[in-house]
């Protein structure tokens, strides 16, 4: 069986060496393609991350496709033009839970020790001992409740910090274990309204894309604490630095932006009580992904339908 990697982030032989080792484990003999090297070569399976259109136009064989990566923002819509039946099937955890949960745990503690005033009292050489926000109204929101919402949020609870959700259902079965209120994305002012740090891990759909806007985000209570690590399209960029400037909200981190890298001239960059990260929070790791890929090519090989397979009416 023949797979195509692409992806621009990793050096293809880690991916192959990764590859090989896990077919063997699940008794398949693999053949691994450098597509980038070999744009012509025909895959039944292709591995990718933001793969160009004209490369995976021309691949007529593909059974599957793997995003090498939890959102599928990128691919999606552009498999579905492409190859409308070929399943795309995403990356579930692979070991970026327990990174997204590292992420977003440091967030709200930052916000919670009140480190973004600090900083400022810094750089004015204060030294000036601030109260801390009782814990127990300290709520912490999860937009977002897949595979990385849910890992984060479960972190979060266990640090003992109140938490809620918001779901585009509202069903709290799909709460991933977690007993919290669970809103509907029907009722996402009244979720914002409870919310002390807001923690966006939404996937970027039609239905996502510039949902949080000056009118939406002005619903967080004044102060309230941003932490965006899905997709900086969810947020509209220049409504949240009107609300930063106004103190509406009291700080941001920020690990994904609408164009990434972010341009050297947005202000983003240099307001005070913003930290940005470079699309780091929850990196692919091969070995875990490569498992687990292979693991999913061998149910298919057995007919059985792997579990992440993209919903391309819902868009995740
Ligand atoms: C990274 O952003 C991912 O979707 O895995």
Not at 28 to 44: F, G, K, S
Not at 244 to 254: D, P, T, V, Y
């Amino acid at each position: 069986m023949r797979l195509a990697v692409w992806d621009p982030d990793e050096p293809f032989r880690r991916w192959r060496d990764a590859l090989v080792q896990h077919a063997l484990e699940v008794g398949l003999a693999v053949d691994v393609i450098d597509a980038p090297a070999q744009p012509e070569a025909q895959a039944d399976f292709a591995l990718v991350w933001k793969p160009p259109s004209d490369w995976l136009a021309g691949q007529l064989g593909l059974r599957a496709v793997f995003n090498l990566g939890a959102g599928v923002d990128a691919i999606a819509p552009l498999l579905h033009r492409l190859h409308p039946g070929v399943p795309l099937i995403r990356l579930e955890d692979a070991g970026m839970g327990r990174q997204m949960a590292d992420y977003v745990a440091e967030g709200v503690l930052h916000a919670y020790r009140r480190m973004a005033d600090y900083a400022e009292q810094q750089a004015q050489q204060r030294w000036q001992p601030l109260p801390l926000p009782p814990r127990a109204s300290f709520r912490v929101g999860f937009l977002g409740l897949g595979q990385m919402g849910a890992a984060a949020a479960r972190r979060v609870a266990a640090m003992e910090f109140p938490i809620l959700a918001c779901t585009r259902s509202g069903d709290a079965r799909a709460a991933g274990g977690l007993s919290c209120p669970v809103y509907a994305l029907q009722q996402l002012d009244e979720f914002l309204a409870q919310t002390r740090v807001l923690v966006v891990l939404l996937p970027l759909t039609a239905d996502t894309r510039g949902l949080l806007d000056y009118a939406a985000l002005s619903h967080l209570p004044p102060g309230a604490h941003l932490i965006n690590a899905s997709r900086g399209a969810v947020i509209d960029q220049a409504d949240l630095l009107d609300l930063l400037h106004g103190g509406q909200i009291g700080s941001a981190l920020l690990d994904v932006f609408a164009t990434e890298p972010l341009p050297a001239d947005d202000p983003l960059w240099r307001h005070p009580r913003v930290r940005i990260t470079p699309h780091v929070a929850a990196q692919t790791l091969v070995g875990p992904a490569a498992a687990q890929v292979m693991r999913k090519i061998a149910a298919i090989e057995r007919g059985e339908t792997p579990s992440g397979v993209v919903d391309m009416r819902l868009g995740y």
